[in-house]
Nanobody, 127 residues
Framework: QVQLVESGGGSVQAGGSLRLSCAASRYTSSSDCMAWFRQAPGNEREGVASIYTHVGTTVYADSVKGRFTISQDYAKNTVYLQMNSLKPEDSAMYYC????????????????????WGQGTQVTVSS
């Protein structure tokens, strides 16, 4: 069992930055992959970024490439999402998730592959 707690959401103007944190109760084989997802009202949950915790390889959705960075502090069992150049369309509830589906030393932000989820943190970007 892995518990995940997100923090760092808030309101920001377009062009601003936020850093989200996700603290995992522990790293196990069930959390080889850590990822961030987001869901806006009326939309499906979207994979934003993922990281393979053992190697540090990352994958990003096209919509956030060059603006968002996923990273980790392995010693603290914590994953971060640095979000720069935020746009109103980035507004959503952001969720952290943990899973174990590794493909060729990569983890992919595909929701069905993740077994543990945090409660979410709201990000609102105003124009």
């Amino acid at each position: 069992q892995v518990q995940l707690v997100e923090s760092g959401g808030g309101s920001v103007q377009a062009g601003g930055s936020l850093r989200l944190s996700c603290a995992a109760s522990r790293y196990t084989s069930s959390s080889d992959c850590m990822a961030w997802f987001r869901q806006a009202p009326g939309n499906e949950r979207e994979g934003v970024a993922s990281i393979y915790t053992h190697v540090g390889t990352t994958v990003y959705a096209d919509s956030v490439k060059g603006r968002f960075t996923i990273s980790q502090d392995y010693a603290k069992n914590t994953v971060y999402l640095q979000m720069n150049s935020l746009k109103p369309e980035d507004s959503a509830m952001y969720y952290c998730a943990a899973g174990s589906w590794v493909v060729g030393s990569m983890c992919y932000p595909q929701a069905p592959q993740y077994n543990y989820w945090g409660q979410g943190t709201q990000v609102t970007v105003s124009s």
